[in-house]
């Protein structure tokens, strides 16, 4: 069956960000069919969406995520990377058992879908035993969300790592065929926090199992040493960057590697500015990421005005070319989708890329009266996000999640139908969260 979505203003972002008054999105099979004008009539049967007042955009694209840590919610919201180190992944990570695993990963990709990110990069390091990963690809399946799940070795030294559950991973939930929605990578510490013999082994089996390689790198020393290991690539994603001399930005982009900036985390935790621009005049591809909800918002508008701000007020810029919305609407959508190796299918609304698509209410309060539909997207917030689809299949109608109802929260049945999935999914967060409290 077809769905028209009709009289809204289309935002697409390819080539670059722009506005399509009146275009009409048609969708089949989960797939983007044509954006235009005049599509001509919808056939009968066929679903019509009517998007007057709205802004229709492709999904926004999160290029790093601990969604594991949904049910840590601001617990860090003051804290120095340093101290989160201690607590989050010192403390309370290795207390964690598959449950909240589960509760977390389902709860924060929940919050993705609500605020308009379909597609999620989850960077996660809470792998301690086969069922925590079990646990986490099931919460990602359930959701709803499009994610691409990158298995990390529990701690942050060489004592987790553990070969044979990345094969395991590999083998069980994603054999050869059709991936679907959540499709693996891997989480790497890289040759700075760990031992760099260590880190030629997992860039090994990474590449022996086709997995995308993601790594927190920051300052002088770990893309360097990539280099002289011989292990940088295309398929090498690189978190922060912050202060990554600019010899190490021109080997990244030299060998087709892609960055991911987290910029509110990173300003207020202390890696260091952001390098939006530095990144951008390097010519590496750049997605935004929300990082932890455990410090921010878990919603990419914030994240696209700390860009702006970040960049545009950094000391030193001189007549840099200012950082514009349209720039961080495109790193959080296209050039995001470049950065995780999926520009082929999602980020624009280009026929033949999958329906991810996202309507804005254009006529609420804080967004009306839209004069520049690209400033209005990166002036919006997770509230005026009324529709959402993945890949065809709406997962927010109304201003509502699907599965949202009048729950009690007290279901504590699986996710089958309407009335129970948010509910449920917010009670496990609940529970999982008052555990933590307590360690
Ligand atoms: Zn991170």
Redesign the pocket.
Known sequence: MRTYITGGTVVDTEPEPHALPGAVVVIEDGVIVSVGPDPGPPEPGAEVVDATGRIVMPGLVDT?R?LWQAVLRGVCADRTLGEYLTLVLGRLAPAYDPGDVYAGVLWGALEALDAGVTTVFD?SHVQLTPDHTDAEVAALRESGVRAVFAYGHPGTDDAGRDPGAVRRMREKHFPAGEPGLVTPAFAAWGPVFGPPEAAREDWLLARELDLRISL?AMGEGPVERLHEMGLLGPDVLF?HVNGVPDDGLKLIAGTGGTASVTPEVECRMGHGLPETGRLRAAGVATGLGA??VTVVPGDLFSAMRAALAAENSRPGRGDAPRLTTADVLRMATIEGAAAIGMDDRIGSLRPGKQADIVLLDGEAAGLAPVHDPVAAVVGAGPAAVDTVFVAGRAVKRGGRLLGTGTSTGTSTGPNTGPNTGTGRARELAARSAERLARL
């Open positions: 790093h601990h960077w927190h978190v990082d932890t």
